[in-house]
Each structure stands twice: as structure tokens, then as C-alpha cells.
């Protein structure tokens, strides 16, 4: 029997973390659920992807400090020895023109995103095996920029800037590296948006509809597997046509 491949997932107990979570569990991979706040949430997660024949822990660390990510990663080396997939999805919104934009509020937002991407990911580098995948949740804000997002606009091109040049890196190992920038997604963090400000993104978006969390999770099912193993450093839009 074929050994089970494992999974981290950052920010997993809700929206698209949860999404990517079961939709890899569907695919017989066992599943690390990282969250922060919502243990309940965390511990429903587990739970219904054990139901799906598959091994799943929640471990909580806040991906923005580096020290809990390394204790996060040394109960993951614990329970499972090693990773074969890592998926940074953890993330902040706080938006703000940048004139009204105070310190705290960049530092909370680039922490979280690009830090944190960089935290869990630097702490992880020795339990992925040769042949692994790492997929890193930027966003098409990060390509294109956006108005009142200048600290979410410049986490997530970070994002994207790291995952090029880590690709370069672990090439030798066989190890692929990419990311999804998805466009406007129906999560807790969207929802907030006012109702006009939807409207008209919805005008913009060819495929007539907004994302759901599912749209992203087929993506990184498809990152995460055998046929993917010549893709790596590129970065794939998730939008429906609005970035055209």
C-alpha cells in the first residue's frame, strides 16, 4: 500500500484553508489543520476529514511569530515525521487609504501574509521531502494593486516575488513551488465589502459570478499532485476573468 501523503494547511479552519483542507483529504492526503483563533472551528475540520478515511491533527500557532511556527512544526515532525505538501494560506485584511493607515495596521497585515509565509515555510524546509510541493495563497491584488490596500497589495506581490525565487532554490530537490492569486472570493474575509462595491465588481467578472472557496481548493489539489510535478514559480490567477 502506497504511503499517505501530508499536508500543512495554514489558516485552515475556515474559508479557503478549509476548503483546501478537505479537498485534499479527499485525495487520500492526510491533513494538517494550522489556525490561530478558531479551535472549535479547527477541531470540526479535523473531524469531518477524519470521516473521509484520512489522518488529521490541528495544531494552533499564529503564523506572524516565528517561534510558534517552529513549535508547530516540531509536533507536526512528531506525530507525522515528515511533509510532502505545504500550503501558506494564512492571511489579513485591514484596509485603508494609505494616509489613513497607521503602523499597526501595515505591520498587523505584511506579518501575517508575507512573514508568516516566510516563518512557517523557513521552519519547514527540513521536513519536506525531495519531490514535495509548497503553494503559497497571494492574491491578484498583488499583481495588479488596488486602492485602499497598499499593505494587503504589497504582502501578497511579496508573496509572489518569494515564491519565484524559492522555486529557483528547491529545483534541485524536485520540490515545485507556485502560487494562486485568486480574485474576488465568497469568504468571512470578503464579506464586509459593501453591497454597490459587489455589484460592480460582479459587472467586471466575464464569468458572470463571483469565486467560491472550492474554486481555489481544485487548484491546489491539482499543484499538490503527480501532474504537476514540470509546473513550478508560476503564478495562477483564480478570477474569472476580472484581472484581464
Same mark, same amino acid.
Given at each position: ?37 478558531? $479551535?472549535? $472551528? ?98 491578484? #491584488? ?26 529557483? $532554490? ?43 472557496? $472550492? ?22 490567477? #483564480? ?6
Amino acid at each position: 500500500m502506497t504511503e499517505r501523503k501530508v499536508a500543512l494547511i495554514t489558516g485552515a479552519s475556515r474559508g479557503i484553508g478549509k476548503s483546501i483542507a478537505i479537498e485534499l483529504a479527499k485525495n487520500n492526503i492526510n491533513v494538517i489543520i494550522n489556525y490561530y483563533r478558531d $479551535e472549535k $472551528e479547527a477541531i470540526e475540520v479535523a473531524e469531518s476529514i477524519k470521516k473521509l478515511g484520512v489522518d488529521s491533527i490541528y495544531v494552533k500557532a499564529d503564523v506572524s511569530r516565528f517561534e510558534e511556527c517552529a513549535k508547530m512544526i516540531e509536533t507536526i515532525k512528531k506525530k507525522f515525521g515528515h511533509l510532502d505538501i505545504l500550503v501558506n494560506n494564512a492571511g489579513a485584511l485591514l484596509d485603508k487609504a494609505l494616509k489613513n493607515m497607521t503602523k499597526g495596521q501595515w505591520d498587523l497585515v505584511v506579518k501575517t501574509n508575507l512573514d508568516g509565509t516566510f516563518n512557517v515555510t523557513k521552519n519547514c524546509l527540513t521536513l519536506i521531502r525531495d519531490g514535495g510541493r509548497i503553494i503559497n495563497i497571494s492574491s491578484i #491584488v498583488g499583481i495588479s494593486g488596488n486602492f485602499g490596500q497598499t499593505n494587503y497589495a504589497a504582502s501578497k506581490a511579496g508573496i509572489i516575488g518569494f515564491t519565484k525565487s524559492l522555486a529557483k $532554490e528547491l529545483g534541485k530537490n524536485k520540490i515545485t513551488v507556485n502560487a494562486i492569486a485568486p480574485g474576488y472570493i465568497e469568504t468571512n474575509m470578503t464579506k464586509d465589502i459593501p453591497f454597490i462595491r459587489k455589484k460592480i465588481i460582479l459587472v467586471m467578472i466575464p464569468l458572470g459570478r463571483t469565486g467560491i472557496p $472550492e474554486d481555489v481548493a481544485h487548484l491546489v489539489a491539482f499543484l499538490a499532485s503527480d501532474k504537476a510535478g514540470y509546473l513550478t514559480g508560476e503564478v495562477i490567477r #483564480v478570477d474569472g476573468g476580472l484581472s484581464f
